[in-house]
C-alpha cells in the first residue's frame, strides 16, 4: 500500500521534511517513489506540488495523520 507521509531531513534540532510517496513497508528515510513537497516546522514554511499530490490520492495513497493536517492547512483537501 502506498503512503504519503514526511521524510526527515536536516541537521540535529534543525528539522525539515519532504512530503514523499513511499510504500508503507518502508524505513522513514528509505528511498521515495516521488517527492511532492516539503515542510519546514521551525519557520512554519511549506511548499507543495499540489497535481502530483491529488494525482497519488487518486490512485489510492493514504496519508498519514500529520499529512492530513498540513495538508488541510493548506486548502488542498477538505
Do not use: C, H
Not at 517513489?33 to 494525482?55: A, C, H, R, W
Amino acid at each position: 500500500m502506498l503512503k504519503l507521509r514526511l521524510k526527515r531531513i536536516g541537521r540535529k534540532r534543525s528539522p525539515s521534511y519532504r512530503l514523499v510517496i513511499m510504500e508503507n513497508t518502508a524505513r522513514r528515510n528509505g528511498r521515495p517513489i516521488e517527492e511532492v513537497g516539503y515542510y519546514d516546522p521551525l519557520s512554519k514554511q511549506y511548499n507543495f506540488e499540489i497535481e502530483k499530490i491529488k494525482k497519488w490520492l487518486n490512485y489510492g495513497a493514504q496519508p498519514t495523520q500529520t499529512v492530513i493536517n498540513l495538508l488541510k492547512k493548506a486548502n488542498i483537501i477538505q
